[in-house]
C-alpha cells in the first residue's frame, strides 16, 4: 500500500502559501467553502491512490473530533 | 386490447379444504402476490413444488410503483416462461443521462455490447409485470391461488408451518412444511413472528406523478440537478408504456406531502417542465419518501422472507423489485432440492447469507445515491455541488456524479457455495457471478446461451468443434442422469456442428462471444447453479470434480 507523503515536497512553500490564500481573495465564506471542495477534488483525481486519499483524510480529521465508529447492524 | 391490470378484480373462491376437518398441507405456502410471491410460485410450481400462494387482497399493482425492470431480472422471467410478453410491451432501454442546470453533464450507457437477448432495462407498470406474470401463474397446475385470504397467524415448529387464514368465509388453517413470506414492506408475517426490519429513513420527500400525454422525449432516463424548473431540487423523467411518463421531483422535507398532492400544485410544476401548452392527464400523483431497511436474517427456520418483506431501498436505483425477484431466483431451486430430500436443509442458510449480502449491496448503492440527491449536511451538499460544476468540463467528476447506481445483480464472490479457482481465468465469470448471455445456435435454431442453461445444474464443456472423446461424451452422459442431474451443454466454435453421442446439446458459438465472455478455450468446462450463478469451473473437464462441486453447491459436501 502506498502511504501519505508528510515529508516536505514543495519547493517553493511560501509561494505556494500565498497561492493558495490567494485563490481565496474576494469570496464569500460560501463561496471559499465551494473553492475548497472542487479543490480537494481536483487534486483528489490527480493523486488517484484511494488508500493514500484515505490516509490523508484520517490525518486530517486528527486531533479535531475522533471519527465516528461505524455503528454495527 | 391490452387488459387494464389496475382494474382487474381477482374473485376470491371458496376452496373445499375450508371446510376440511384437518387442515390441509402444502410443500409451500408462499404469502403475498407482489411481483416477488408471484416469481416464487410461479417457479416452485414449475420445478414441480405443490405450492399455495395466498393474497389478502383482490387486485394487482396499482398506483405509481416499480417501472425498471432490470436485465436480469428479464432473464429470470426468460426462465419463468413470461419475458418475452414483459420486453414486447414495455420500452427498452439502455442510455442515462444526468443534467446540471440547463446543461448535460454525464450521460451512460448500462449496456454499451451487443449479442444480449435483454436490455439493460425496459419500463413497464408493475400492474403490467403482476399482471403477466398472474397469466403465468394460472397455467400451471400444482399452484393454488387464493385471493382475498389473508394470513393472520402463523405458528412455526420444527417439522412445518400452520398458518391461519381469514377469507370472506371466515377463517380456516393449512399447514406447509415451509413458508415463504413475501408480503411486502409492512409484512404482517414478520410482525406476526415478533421479527423486524431495521435501517435508516431518508429526510426528502418526492412527488411521483404518472402522467398520460404525447411527448418526443427519447427512452433514456433522464435526471436533473437544479434545473432552471425546478430550482434546488432534482429532477427524474421515464417513459412508459400506454404514452405514460413518470415525473418524480424533489420536494424537500419541510414540503406538505397532502398539499402537494392536490392538482393544483403538480400541474404548474409540470407544466414548468414541459412548457405551458402541454397536454396531459393524470395517472398517479403521491408524494413519497423513503428508506433502507433489512431484517438480519432472512431465514428463520422453516419461514424465508423475500423482497420488500426482507429487504427495502430507496427507489433511485431500481433495486427493489428487481432484488426481490433475484432472491425468488436464488430461493427456489434450493427448496426444491430440500424437499425432494436431495439437499440438507442447512442449504436454506446459503439462501440467507446470500440474499443478505445482495441486500446489503442494494442499500449500499441506495444509500450512496440518496446521500448524493439528497445530500444529509451543508457540506455534503457544498461537495455535491463541486462535483456537479466540475462534472460540466471534468471527465473525472462525471464519474462522481451518483442519480441512482441502477439494478445490477450480486456477484456471490464468496459464496460457501463456490468451489474456488484452481485454475487462471479473466474476465467476470468468476465463481458466483450470473451467467452472461450471448446468441447460440442450436439444432439450426437461432437462441440465447442462458435459454440452454437453468433450472438444474449446468454443465458447459467448451470444445473445438470436433468429435468429442468417447469417454468424455459418456461422462458428460452419466452426469445428467445423476440424482442431482448436471444437463451438459457443449459449446462448439461458429460453423462447426459435430454430431455428439447421447442426444448431447451443442452450442453454436455463433459470433464467438460466449467463449470470449467465459474466457473459454477448448476443454474448458463451466458448472451453472440451477439460478444461472457460476459455481466451479476449471480448464480441464473431470467428472470427480464437477460432482463434488455439486455436492458442495447443494450443502451436501
Ligand atoms: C414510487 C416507487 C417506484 C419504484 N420503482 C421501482 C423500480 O423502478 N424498480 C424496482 O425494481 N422496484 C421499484 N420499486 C419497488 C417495488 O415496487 C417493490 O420493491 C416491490 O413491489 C416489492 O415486491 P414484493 O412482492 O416484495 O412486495 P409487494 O409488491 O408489496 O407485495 C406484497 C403482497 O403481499 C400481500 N399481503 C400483505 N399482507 C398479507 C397477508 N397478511 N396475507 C396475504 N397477503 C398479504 C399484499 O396484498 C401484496 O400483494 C418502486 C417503489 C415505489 C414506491
Known amino acids: 500500500?502506498?502511504?501519505?507523503?508528510?515529508?516536505?515536497?514543495?519547493?517553493?512553500?511560501?509561494?505556494?502559501?500565498?497561492?493558495?490564500?490567494?485563490?481565496?481573495?474576494?469570496?464569500?465564506?460560501?463561496?471559499?467553502?465551494?473553492?475548497?471542495?472542487?479543490?480537494?477534488?481536483?487534486?483528489?483525481?490527480?493523486?488517484?491512490?484511494?488508500?493514500v486519499l484515505c490516509q490523508a483524510m484520517a490525518r486530517a480529521r486528527d486531533g479535531i473530533r475522533p471519527a465516528p465508529t461505524k455503528v454495527p447492524r | 386490447m391490452d387488459i387494464d391490470y389496475q382494474q382487474l378484480r381477482l374473485d376470491y373462491v371458496r376452496a373445499a379444504e375450508q371446510d376440511a376437518a384437518a387442515p390441509a398441507h402444502y410443500p409451500v405456502i408462499v404469502v403475498g402476490a407482489g411481483p416477488v410471491g408471484l416469481a416464487a410460485a410461479i417457479d416452485l410450481a414449475r420445478q414441480g413444488v405443490r405450492t399455495l400462494l395466498l393474497d389478502d387482497d383482490d387486485r394487482l399493482s396499482f398506483g405509481s410503483r416499480a417501472i425498471c425492470f432490470a436485465k436480469r431480472t428479464l432473464e429470470i422471467f426468460d426462465r419463468l416462461g413470461c419475458g418475452?410478453?414483459?420486453?414486447?410491451?414495455?420500452?427498452?432501454?439502455?442510455?442515462?443521462?444526468?443534467?446540471?442546470?440547463?446543461?448535460?453533464?454525464?450521460?451512460?450507457?448500462?449496456?454499451?455490447?451487443?449479442?444480449?437477448?435483454?436490455?439493460?432495462?425496459?419500463?413497464?407498470?408493475?400492474?403490467?409485470?403482476?399482471?403477466?406474470?398472474?397469466?403465468?401463474?394460472?397455467?400451471?397446475?400444482?399452484?393454488?391461488?387464493?385471493?382475498?385470504?389473508?394470513?393472520?397467524?402463523?405458528a412455526a415448529d420444527a417439522d412445518g408451518v400452520e398458518v391461519t387464514v381469514e377469507t370472506p368465509d371466515g377463517p380456516y388453517r393449512v399447514r406447509g412444511d415451509y413458508l415463504l413470506a413475501c408480503d411486502g414492506a409492512r409484512s404482517p408475517v414478520r410482525h406476526l413472528l415478533g421479527l423486524s426490519s431495521s435501517g435508516q429513513s431518508f429526510r426528502d420527500r418526492f412527488l411521483i406523478a404518472d402522467v398520460k400525454m404525447k411527448a418526443d422525449f427519447p427512452t433514456e432516463r433522464w435526471f436533473w440537478f437544479d434545473p432552471p424548473f425546478h430550482r434546488h431540487q432534482s429532477v427524474l423523467l421515464h417513459a412508459q408504456p400506454d404514452n405514460v411518463w413518470r415525473i418524480d421531483f424533489q420536494l424537500g422535507w419541510d414540503a406538505d406531502p397532502e398539499a402537494e398532492k392536490q392538482p393544483e400544485r403538480v400541474t404548474p410544476r409540470i407544466q414548468a417542465l414541459l412548457g405551458h401548452d402541454a397536454e396531459f392527464s393524470y395517472e398517479w400523483v403521491s408524494v413519497y419518501t423513503f428508506a433502507c431497511l433489512r431484517m438480519e436474517h432472512f431465514r428463520h427456520g422453516r419461514v424465508l422472507f423475500a423482497g420488500d418483506a426482507a429487504h427495502g431501498v430507496s427507489p433511485f436505483g431500481a433495486r427493489g423489485a428487481n432484488s426481490g425477484v433475484q432472491d425468488a431466483d436464488n430461493l427456489v431451486w434450493k427448496l426444491r432440492?430440500?424437499?425432494?430430500?436431495?439437499?440438507?436443509?442447512?442449504?436454506?442458510?446459503?439462501?440467507?447469507?446470500?440474499?443478505v449480502y445482495a441486500a446489503d449491496e442494494n442499500i449500499l448503492n441506495s444509500t450512496r445515491s440518496t446521500d448524493f440527491i439528497t445530500p444529509k449536511s451543508e457540506i455534503s451538499r457544498t461537495f455535491r455541488d463541486a462535483v456537479l460544476l466540475l462534472a460540466r468540463e471534468h471527465p473525472f467528476a462525471r464519474r462522481l456524479v451518483n442519480s441512482g447506481r441502477l439494478s445490477v445483480p450480486a456477484v456471490l464472490r464468496d459464496s460457501v457455495l463456490n468451489t474456488p479457482d484452481q485454475d487462471a481465468f479473466a474476465g467476470a465469470m468468476v465463481p458466483g457471478a450470473p451467467a452472461a448471455d450471448a446468441p447460440v445456435r442450436a439444432g439450426g435454431a437461432p437462441g440465447w446461451f442462458l435459454d440452454h442453461v437453468g433450472d438444474d445444474f449446468t454443465g458447459v464443456l467448451f470444445s473445438d468443434g470436433t468429435a468429442l472423446a468417447p469417454e468424455v461424451a459418456a461422462a458428460l452422459d452419466h452426469l445428467g442422469h445423476a440424482a442431482i442431474p448436471i444437463r451438459p451443454r457443449v459449446v462448439v466454435p461458429a460453423g462447426t456442428a459435430p454430431r455428439l453421442p447421447h442426444d448431447l446439446v451443442a452450442l453454436e458459438d455463433v459470433e464467438g462471444k460466449l467463449a470470449q465472455r467465459f474466457d473459454a478455450c477448448p476443454g474448458s468446462y463451466y458448472l451453472l447453479r440451477p439460478d444461472q450463478h457460476v459455481c466451479a469451473r476449471w480448464r480441464r473437464f473431470d467428472a470427480d470434480r464437477a460432482q463434488a462441486a455439486v455436492a458442495r453447491a447443494t450443502g451436501n459436501a
Do not use: C
Open chain 1, 1 to 51: 500500500m502506498a502511504s501519505l507523503n508528510i515529508e516536505p515536497n514543495i519547493a517553493r512553500p511560501d509561494d505556494f502559501y500565498q497561492a493558495l490564500i490567494d485563490t481565496h481573495r474576494d469570496l464569500s465564506g460560501e463561496e471559499s467553502q465551494l473553492l475548497n471542495a472542487k479543490l480537494i477534488l481536483l487534486l483528489a483525481n490527480h493523486i488517484g491512490d484511494v488508500d
Open chain 2, 84 to 154: 418475452e410478453r414483459m420486453v414486447h410491451k414495455g420500452i427498452s432501454w439502455n442510455v442515462g443521462k444526468v443534467f446540471f442546470q440547463d446543461e448535460l453533464v454525464y450521460s451512460f450507457n448500462l449496456l454499451p455490447e451487443t449479442g444480449h437477448r435483454r436490455p439493460a432495462f425496459i419500463n413497464l407498470q408493475q400492474y403490467y409485470v403482476e399482471g403477466y406474470l398472474y397469466e403465468r401463474a394460472r397455467e400451471l397446475d400444482g399452484l393454488a391461488l387464493r385471493w382475498k385470504n389473508r394470513v393472520v397467524a402463523v
Open chain 2, 337 to 355: 432440492l430440500v424437499l425432494a430430500g436431495l439437499a440438507p436443509a442447512s442449504l436454506l442458510d446459503s439462501y440467507d447469507s446470500e440474499r
